[in-house]
């Protein structure tokens, strides 16, 4: 009778521990995911301010049209890979993708800034003026935002690896999240200068 008490209460003990373990990665999951909400909130105002910064360039830039339809064409293929990364946050290649769009945005958004450089009254104009203050701020967001996301896949990832949760996570087919990391293209890691 004893010993089946103690086989019992070390049965109970497992079971609760698996349930814990068990838990714990589901919620941390979560709160990645959540995180990469909040990176689809800030990416969304952004793909929102770019049709308007390239309406009020459009006026000005009169021959630069190839370089204001790259922009709107990159920022519709960054909506795009956006739209699929934040249906399943944990899909690599979706992130991978997202990544690359993101990057490719940066760019055409880098060169359409340096070309407004060569129109003064493009600078001074008070709406360009509004919006780059805008995207700036909503750039700044989104580095804080892929921060937290990284900082809670970080976590999942590691308690996911770590004993007892390396277990659980294989019984259980929890896969590890995707960080959000740098561009590898040298001039895709160069800052989006949105200086008037």
Do not use: C
Not at 13 to 18: H, K, N, Q, S
Not at 90 to 107: E, K, P, S, V
């Amino acid at each position: 009778m004893t010993g089946a008490i103690i086989t019992a209460g070390i049965v109970l003990l497992i079971v609760f521990w698996a349930v814990g373990a068990y838990n714990r990665l589901v919620s941390l999951r979560n709160q990645f995911k959540n995180a990469f909400a909040q990176i689809d909130v800030q990416l969304k105002r952004r793909y929102d301010l770019i049709p308007n910064l390239v309406e009020t360039a459009r006026g000005y830039m009169k021959h630069e049209r190839e370089t204001l339809e790259a922009v709107i064409e990159a920022r519709n293929q960054a909506v795009g890979a956006n739209a699929k990364a934040a249906a399943d946050p944990g899909d690599t290649a979706a992130l991978r993708r997202m990544a690359a769009a993101d990057g490719a945005l940066d760019a055409t958004l880098g060169k359409m800034f340096a070309l407004s450089e060569s129109y003064p009254d493009l600078k001074a104009n008070q709406n360009m003026l509004q919006l780059t203050e805008e995207l700036t701020s909503t750039e700044n967001r989104i580095a804080f935002a892929r921060q937290a996301y990284n900082d809670g896949v970080m976590e999942y990832n590691t308690a996911r690896e770590q004993f007892p949760g390396s277990v659980i996570a294989a019984m259980f087919a929890f896969t590890a999240g995707q960080l959000l990391e740098a561009t590898a293209s040298p001039e895709e890691r160069q800052p989006v200068k949105v200086a008037f």
